[in-house]
Structure formats: structure tokens, C-alpha cells
């Protein structure tokens, strides 16, 4: 399969799988050499072992710099929104390249959550002229996070010449795949649930919920009100593009705040919505959303109309 539409020509997202050092070396300078020759910035990144180590093999060059993953992967949403927003905001009339490792996960939710953001990739970074290799080591890299980034990388390289992935899968559908582990809705009842049919019942909605998250949830306050936030937009887009009523149910936890959108319109809201910077008005709620939390996942509800289920910690 092939990424989105509305790609960029000068857009890939690349995959190297080595299983040493030496295929490393061979793949990342491959790929730094031809973002450098076409006059382009060039950024490296990896742990920090790992970037000396390609520092020393590769040197410096006004046009390359190196990062780490412990300052620039702090977590999914934070850093796929920080790449499009640097990208959105270039003015320079060339590409970036951006070659190194993607963080493995401390549990089965958290890398299942990376697998999605290599997946998203596609969608909220497609429009530009970025060209990405991603770097996984076999000996470091369980089997199935190998399977996942085959999955949800366009091209493979190995080292000086790439091709099309047969295993490719389209973001929109890598989210039914048992690698993307989308989570379901808790099966306990809600902390607090409500149900608004116009507009102006947002402002209610969120001083309920909001006084249910304070008291039943150790998440800062921070947190809290961008969850209101991301939820008063979800629920706005649902009365807009939707039909009314559009219920909330909010479930709080000790660490973890979890809520579910559901409105009564037809459904079929493509589950990618809100990951491309959106050229009008036009479901920009869900892009500020995306945002603000861990995770959004937009799906169809089993009694029609559309359901948006999102998780913040």
C-alpha cells in the first residue's frame, strides 16, 4: 500500500533493520550523505551511546546536527506535534532529513503507543517535504516491534538503496491491527456522566466533570484542564459536524483520566481526522484536542453516530 494522499513528492518515511553496528553505519551515512549532497538539513538522533558512536563515524558538516531521544521522544503525541509544528513553521525552500531510533516502550501499552505514532507519521507529517529513515536493531528489538515497523513504514533500505514495503499498512488501518492495541472503553461505570444538546451546555459540562477529575484523580491540574479542554472541542465538533445529544462519560483513576465522546450523527469519521494541520475551520477542535492528550481515537459507537475515546495522564 502507499501513504495517504495529499502527500508531499519530496515526503518518506524509511525503514533500516539492522543487526549490527556496521549496518547501521552503512544505512545512516547512505542517507545522511544524499540529504546532505541534495543541500538539505540533516538531523541525527539515538540514544546516547548510539549518537557518539555515529558522531564519530560521520563527522560534522554546517548542515548536520545530532539530538537525543531522552530530549526530543519524551512521549508520542508530544513528539509528533513538535516535528509539524518545526515543519510547518520552515520557510526554507529545502527538505529535512531526519534519520535515528524510535523509543522502545517501558510496557506493552507504551510501545504499542510508539507503534501508532509510526503509523500517524504518514497522516501528520505526509503534507511535508521530510524524509525520515527510522532505525531498528534487531538485537535490541523484540519480534514483534520489528513486525510493527514494517507495518508502518512505506520504504525499507538496506543501507544505500530502498524500496517499496510489502508488509506496509495504511494508518487508518494499522489501528485494527493487534499491534496498535487501540484500547476500549473501561467496562466499570463512569465516575461522572452527562449529556449536552447544545453549545451553550458545554460550559456546565466541564465544571462537572472538572470537579469529578480533581477529586477522584491525583493527575495535576495541568492535565485536568486540558483534558476539559480537548473534551469541550470533541464535544463541540460532535454538535457541529455530528447530531445532538453528544454524551460524555468520564472515568477518573489515580494516574490516568479516561473519556468518551459519543454523538448521535451518522458516524464514519475517518479515525486520522485532527493529525494533519488543517487548512480551514473545518475539525480543527480535533487537531487542538490530539494535542492535549496522550491518545484519541475516533471510532464509530455500537448505537450509531461517532465516538471519541481519549486518555491523559
Given at each position: 500500500?502507499?501513504?495517504?494522499?495529499?502527500?508531499?513528492?519530496?515526503?518518506?518515511?524509511?525503514?533500516?533493520?539492522?543487526?549490527?553496528?556496521?549496518?547501521?553505519?552503512?544505512?545512516?551515512?547512505?542517507?545522511?550523505?544524499?540529504?546532505?549532497?541534495?543541500?538539505?538539513?540533516?538531523?541525527?538522533?539515538?540514544?546516547?551511546?548510539?549518537?557518539?558512536?555515529?558522531?564519530?563515524?560521520?563527522?560534522?558538516?554546517?548542515?548536520?546536527?545530532?539530538?537525543?531521544?531522552?530530549?526530543?521522544?519524551l512521549d508520542p503525541t508530544r513528539t509528533l506535534f513538535?516535528?509539524?509544528?518545526?515543519?510547518?513553521?520552515?520557510?526554507?525552500?529545502?527538505?529535512?532529513?531526519?534519520?535515528?531510533?524510535?523509543?522502545?516502550?517501558?510496557?506493552?501499552?507504551?510501545?504499542?503507543?510508539?507503534?501508532?505514532?509510526?503509523?500517524?507519521?504518514?497522516?501528520?507529517?505526509?503534507?511535508?517535504?521530510?524524509?525520515?529513515?527510522?532505525?531498528?536493531?534487531?538485537?535490541?528489538?523484540?519480534?514483534?516491534?520489528?513486525?510493527?515497523?514494517?507495518?508502518?513504514?512505506?520504504?525499507?533500505?538496506?543501507?544505500?538503496?530502498?524500496?517499496?514495503?510489502?508488509?506496509?499498512?495504511?494508518?487508518?488501518?494499522?489501528?485494527?491491527?493487534?499491534?496498535?492495541?487501540?484500547?476500549?472503553?473501561?467496562?466499570?461505570?463512569?465516575?461522572?456522566?452527562?449529556?449536552?444538546?447544545?453549545?451553550?451546555?458545554?460550559?456546565?459540562?466541564?465544571?462537572?466533570?472538572?470537579?469529578?477529575?480533581?477529586?477522584?484523580?491525583?493527575?495535576?491540574?495541568?492535565?485536568?484542564?486540558?483534558?476539559?479542554?480537548?473534551?469541550?472541542?470533541?464535544?463541540?465538533?460532535?454538535?457541529?459536524?455530528?447530531?445532538?445529544?453528544?454524551?460524555?462519560?468520564?472515568?477518573?483513576?489515580?494516574?490516568?483520566?479516561?473519556?468518551?465522546i459519543e454523538d448521535s450523527g451518522p458516524g464514519n469519521?475517518?479515525?486520522?481526522?485532527?493529525?494533519?494541520?488543517?487548512?480551514?475551520?473545518?475539525?480543527?477542535?480535533?487537531?487542538?484536542?490530539?494535542?492535549?492528550?496522550?491518545d484519541l481515537f475516533i471510532g464509530d459507537s455500537p448505537?450509531?453516530?461517532?465516538?471519541?475515546?481519549?486518555?491523559?495522564?
Amino acid at each position: 500500500m502507499t501513504p495517504p494522499s495529499r502527500t508531499h513528492p519530496d515526503y518518506s518515511h524509511g525503514l533500516l533493520v539492522h543487526d549490527n553496528d556496521e549496518e547501521l553505519l552503512e544505512g545512516t551515512r547512505a542517507f545522511v550523505e544524499q540529504g546532505l549532497a541534495s543541500g538539505d538539513q540533516v538531523l541525527v538522533h539515538g540514544t546516547r551511546d548510539r549518537v557518539a558512536l555515529l558522531h564519530e563515524a560521520l563527522g560534522t558538516h554546517p548542515r548536520l546536527d545530532y539530538g537525543f531521544d531522552d530530549e526530543l521522544y519524551l512521549d508520542p503525541t508530544r513528539t509528533l506535534f513538535a516535528y509539524q509544528r518545526k515543519l510547518a513553521a520552515r520557510t526554507e525552500p529545502t527538505r529535512l532529513w531526519v534519520t535515528g531510533t524510535v523509543p522502545l516502550g517501558c510496557d506493552a501499552a507504551a510501545q504499542a503507543a510508539w507503534n501508532r505514532y509510526e503509523s500517524a507519521v504518514d497522516e501528520a507529517l505526509g503534507a511535508y517535504p521530510f524524509r525520515a529513515l527510522c532505525a531498528y536493531d534487531t538485537r535490541t528489538s523484540p519480534a514483534a516491534v520489528i513486525a510493527a515497523a514494517r507495518a508502518t513504514h512505506s520504504t525499507v533500505s538496506n543501507g544505500p538503496a530502498s524500496g517499496a514495503s510489502p508488509d506496509y499498512v495504511a494508518p487508518a488501518a494499522f489501528l485494527a491491527d493487534p499491534l496498535a492495541r487501540v484500547p476500549a472503553p473501561p467496562t466499570s461505570p463512569p465516575s461522572v456522566a452527562t449529556t449536552v444538546i447544545h453549545l451553550g451546555d458545554l460550559t456546565r459540562a466541564r465544571h462537572l466533570l472538572g470537579t469529578s477529575a480533581r477529586s477522584g484523580s491525583a493527575v495535576s491540574s495541568q492535565t485536568i484542564e486540558q483534558v476539559l479542554i480537548a473534551v469541550n472541542e470533541v464535544a463541540a465538533n460532535g454538535l457541529v459536524h455530528g447530531r445532538a445529544p453528544v454524551h460524555i462519560s468520564l472515568w477518573t483513576d489515580v494516574d490516568v483520566l479516561t473519556c468518551l465522546i459519543e454523538d448521535s450523527g451518522p458516524g464514519n469519521l475517518d479515525p486520522m481526522t485532527g493529525f494533519r494541520c488543517p487548512d480551514g475551520r473545518e475539525h480543527m477542535g480535533l487537531w487542538v484536542a490530539r494535542q492535549l492528550v496522550d491518545d484519541l481515537f475516533i471510532g464509530d459507537s455500537p448505537s450509531a453516530g461517532c465516538r471519541v475515546l481519549l486518555t491523559a495522564t
